[in-house]
């Protein structure tokens, strides 16, 4: 085995005495980057000969041995301290298959905001499937509902009783799943942003099946878009952050601080809506005159979009009885592509906006 000196000399293999360097050239290399980088390819060499020499056989993917090296950084300075472990959840080694002996299998499927013709065309397929049971929530348009050609069980998740309802649809899907059957899960908008899909699959892995994910469109850019806003904007907006209204067990999220050329999409918090501007200006430092805008059943034929501030569009939204499923726009972006026409009535000396598609 070979061995290193940590010190700036170089040792003779053959001997015990150190061998000064003379060379002027090298007199240079004594400084610490150089000894640094000297020090880890030393360190590289040295440690694959030696590993591979006292090591034959193939190491375990289940064992990887901890090597604790002093970590090179940026500012030429030695760091001693092990590395920050982001996730200590064990990797699972194996995935479940993606059926059961039965034959029972699960697709978590994305519906899109609403409209049919935003499907893509493989849920389209497996909508159209009528040996597949379908399984889904409130916010499913009926418009989509309405391609379904096998059976449809669907769960009212209303606020207060969403728990209940996530655990009534784990149970049929178990029951599909137990009869053999194609659980088609259908979820509105994308089921990875904000639809709590991760978490079922991981549930469903729970029942010893792998799902299928099939994406959808997500409210969060196609409701904007329909309603002829502009996430982004050049010279408006250049960045846009998303956003849901419910944390975890009911809570209240954190709020993003104001930035002019920023827009925030919120996503399932119209129930909340005036709670969160009140917020997002006390807490947020949100100026009350931020425009703000509300698409609702983006892509349906009764979509609306209604615009106002901060401080007016908690009135609006009661007084057109905005309901979910519903998308929150809040930028300067709101207003880019809006025009006189858009103009539908006043109240309380404010413009109200109602676009229809």
Known sequence: MKHICLSPTVHN???????????????????????????????????????????????????????????????????????????????????????????????????????????????????????????????????????????????????GCAEQAQNEIYEWCKQGLREGRHVIRLKIGDPFVFGRGGEEVLEFRKFGVEPAVIPGVSAAFSAPLLASIPVTHRGISNQVVMCTGYGRNNTSPDLIQYHKEQTVVFLMAVGRLRELCERLVSLANYPIDTPVGIVERAGCPDQRTVVGTMETIADLAEEYGVKPPSTIVVGDVVNVLLTDGDIVGMMGGVEVIEVEQ
């Open 13 to 159: 293999s053959q001997s015990s005495n150190p061998i000064q360097p003379s060379h002027p050239k090298m007199n240079n290399l004594v400084n610490k980057r150089s000894r640094t980088r000297l020090l880890l390819s030393l360190l590289a060499i040295s440690s694959t000969e030696s590993f591979l020499s006292q090591h034959q056989a193939p190491v375990s993917n289940s064992i990887i041995p901890a090597l604790h090296l002093a970590a090179y950084r940026n500012d030429d300075t030695f760091s001693s301290s092990p590395p920050t472990i982001l996730n200590k959840q064990p990797f699972l080694s194996t995935k479940p298959p993606s059926s059961l002996p039965n034959g029972g299998s699960i697709t978590l499927l994305g519906a899109g905001p609403g409209d049919p013709d935003l499907l893509t065309v493989k849920a389209y397929r497996l909508l159209s499937d009528e040996k597949n049971l379908v399984i889904v929530d409130r916010l499913v348009s009926e418009e989509i509902l309405a391609l379904v050609k096998g059976e449809v069980k669907r769960a009212n998740k209303y606020p």
